[in-house]
């Protein structure tokens, strides 16, 4: 598509002012979102400059901690910048690759910017409703982890509910909007509560692990494989915002974890 | 078959098994598109049992930061092939199969060390906790560190396929 043939298909559509500002807008929010979702700083690159480049622009973007920035030039050396919040959209790799694939969709001609547009709000207008088999599927997984580190079939049927209703608060709690640290913090410290069981009433005899095991679905995986993605790109600062939130919810679940384990080593 | 072997073989089908499992969970956890539920899994469970027997004692007993380092690279170069197959991004599939080895109990325990090191004024107890704090965390970074570098070396290296399985 041509430049001429941008600013043709940008006359007839709702954004407001010009075509270059519809699609700087529109880039910005689709990086934001990207990011938000967890994809690495190297595909939002690829993806937003393939966008770009379609309609005859390109794109630098640099993402911070908390916004996203895209640098919108021409082939005349005219640069316009254009900033969006990062969304806190949580993992969600359904997302990033509705994303990916749009951005081929309109490099590929088949959609106009409003189509895109269009797409792009029913892309993200999903809801993703943390339902009941992400529930049970999240406490196998945990269960099985209590069995790759050693833990018995006792150790793993403790584990199983320790994660089902650390889980189950987790979805509250995020419904309810509460801080990410705070809940961290409460679910930890629920999970492995529950998992004393094992050592309290003597089930099995693997109760250590359980206890250690249970709260291992709240370790931020994905950031932290992220963040080590982006500082082998050379995304420095991104690596590091990544890596410091990661840091940040570990810290608050094994806080959880070890007050769990004071106080039920002072009840026992 | 020796009772011996039949031990081994199942020590060996557990690992894949649970593995397998756990990488469905948290493909879940990660809203990774359904399609690639299981391979997601098959992928897990090949990192994870060629990890187990590189680190097996009376095997190769290697390293477990090297060991992770090739288990991802392998991991990786399946979610690329998966990937193309079923229309995701690369890394949709190579995360969810990486998490199973992602070394969260050393991440906790090198807290559990740090909140000892704060607790504890006596030099002894002070230096010991010092110790698994540093122990615990450098092998967990170094882990991470080393399965993200062997996991995107098949993405990179395979650029095309990898960046355009979506299109």
Not at chain 1, 23 to 50: H, M, P, Q
Not at chain 1, 154 to 164: E, L, S
Not at chain 2, 129 to 156: D, E, H, K
Request: charged share 15%; proline share 3%; glycine share 8%.
């Amino acid at each position: 598509m041509t430049m001429t043939d941008f600013e043709a298909a940008c006359e007839d559509v709702s954004f407001t002012g010009n075509a270059r500002d519809a699609l700087g807008r529109f880039l910005a929010e689709y990086s934001a979102w990207l990011w938000g979702c967890g994809a690495t700083c190297v595909r939002i690159d690829k993806n937003v400059g393939r966008i770009a480049m379609t309609y005859g622009y390109r794109a630098d973007v640099a993402v911070m901690p908390r916004h996203v920035t895209v640098c919108l030039s021409d082939e005349g050396g005219s640069v316009q910048t254009y900033t969006q919040r990062v969304v806190k959209a949580g993992i969600n790799f359904d997302i990033n690759t509705e994303l990916s694939a749009l951005s081929w969709s309109i490099r590929d001609g088949k959609l106009s910017l409003d189509d895109a547009e269009k797409r792009f709000r029913t892309i993200v207008g999903q809801l993703y409703v943390d339902n009941f088999h992400i529930l049970w599927l999240t406490s196998l997984a945990n269960a099985s982890f209590c069995r790759l580190f050693g833990g018995d079939a006792a150790a793993m049927g403790v584990v199983f509910i320790a994660t089902a209703a650390g889980y189950f608060l987790k979805q509250r709690f995020l419904r309810g909007k509460m801080d990410i640290r705070v809940f961290f913090f409460l679910c930890a410290f629920i999970s492995a509560t529950l998992a004393s069981g094992c050592g309290l009433f003597g089930w099995g005899t693997t109760p250590g692990v359980a206890v250690a095991t249970s709260v291992l679905y709240l370790i931020p995986g994905v950031p932290y494989i992220n963040a080590a993605s982006d500082m082998l790109a050379c995304h420095y600062l991104c690596s590091f915002s990544r890596f410091a939130d990661a840091l940040v919810l570990t810290a608050s679940l094994s806080l959880g974890l070890l007050t769990s384990i004071t106080v039920m080593n002072n009840c026992l | 078959m020796t009772d011996d072997s039949i031990i081994s073989w199942t020590v060996f089908f557990d690992d894949a098994l649970f593995s397998a499992m756990a990488a469905i969970g948290f493909s879940s956890i990660s809203h990774t598109p359904r399609r690639a539920y299981i391979l997601c899994a098959v992928a897990a469970a090949a990192g994870h049992l060629l990890r187990f027997l590189l680190t097996m004692p009376g095997g190769i007993e290697m390293n477990i930061i090297a060991a992770a380092t090739i288990a991802a690279f392998i991991v990786g170069i399946i979610a690329v092939f998966v990937a193309k197959v079923i229309k995701v991004p690369a890394e949709a599939c190579l995360f969810p199969a990486l998490l199973p080895m992602i070394p969260g109990l050393y991440a906790c325990r090198a807290f559990e060390g740090f909140v000892g090191c704060l607790s504890n004024l006596d030099e002894t107890l002070f230096s010991h906790n010092l110790y698994l704090f540093m122990s615990n965390g450098m092998t967990c970074g170094a882990i991470v560190i080393g399965m993200t570098i062997g996991a995107n070396i098949p993405i990179f290296l395979m650029k095309k396929i990898s960046f355009q399985v979506t299109r």
